[in-house]
């Protein structure tokens, strides 16, 4: 048999319900729910942004590390959604329009020096794995390789020189930056046949490296392929384009 109606004057002493929110995020609607009798007893908090009061639980407060007398965050986390979403669309607003931090160059270098380290360190110890995945993917690293050599045509290049330079034993050094004033000093022509050669050129040693040249920049020269070519290891005075000055 169920329990009869309780009188008025013996719900006023009943403790109130507590009435704690619940956020749908599809619909971005906060109702109220009523807490059931026996669930009374948990602590609740105010919220310092919305001033509602809410249960100091998990579900609607994130914990706070620092030194707190009850542990949670003084606000909701339905507010600190909103918040977030309102600076996000504010950084959005603003995308383009920031300044970059400046970098510390000594840093930056310290920092690639240490990239630069642990990849010979991870190539050395993985030289095997390495071997594998080029076999393995040997459509993706032609993809890959020709990419890199269109977008880094002159480093390629200044790479390529160094490593026949070094099985060579080759005296002397210059960098991408010599080459750089070396068409400068060309007007970006040919040495021999006085041709513009834009981006497809070729860096030639006046007195060739076999011949006992050196790789100082005062014995480069920019040449349009077709002339290097031509000159092979040929001596200035050994060939007849050879010695001509711009």
């Known amino acids: 048999m169920p329990h009869p109606p309780l009188p008025i004057w013996t719900c006023a002493k009943i403790r109130r319900r507590l009435l704690t929110p619940v956020w749908q995020p599809a619909t ?26 809410k249960p100091a639980t998990s579900e609607y407060f ?25 600076a996000y669309a504010a950084a959005k607003a603003r995308e383009g329009k920031t300044v970059r931090r400046q970098h510390d160059p000594e ?10 380290e642990y990849n010979i360190r991870w190539a050395a110890e ?24 269109v977008a880094n045509r002159e480093k390629v290049r200044e790479t390529s020189r160094l490593h026949y330079l070094k ?34 050129f070729h860096v030639d040693h006046v007195i060739p490296i076999s011949r006992g040249g050196s ?11 077709s002339c290097n070519r031509l000159k092979g290891d040929k001596l200035p005075h050994e060939w007849s384009r ?3 000055l711009l």
Do not use: F
Not at 129 to 145: C, L, P, S, T
């Open 107 to 116: 840093l930056d270098a310290i920092a690639k020096e240490r990239r630069r």
């Open 62 to 86: 994130s914990p706070d590390t620092r030194e707190k007398r009850d542990g949670w965050k003084s606000r909701c986390k339905v507010c600190c959604a909103a918040e977030n979403r309102e």
């Open 167 to 200: 099985r060579r034993n080759a005296p002397g050094s210059h960098t991408s930056a010599d080459i750089t004033r070396q068409i400068e000093a060309q007007k970006g022509r040919c040495y021999y046949c006085h041709k513009e050669v834009g981006d497809d």
């Open 126 to 149: 993985n030289r095997e794995y390495r071997i594998e995945w080029r076999k393995k993917n040997r459509g993706r690293w032609a993809r890959y390789a020709r990419q890199y050599r």
């Open 215 to 225: 790789n100082d920049p005062s014995n480069l020269v920019i040449a349009c392929p």
């Open 242 to 244: 050879g010695g001509r």
């Open 28 to 53: 971005s609607i906060v109702y109220w729910e009523t807490i059931p009798m026996s669930d009374t007893t948990i602590p609740t908090k105010i919220c310092s942004k919305c001033k509602q009061i």
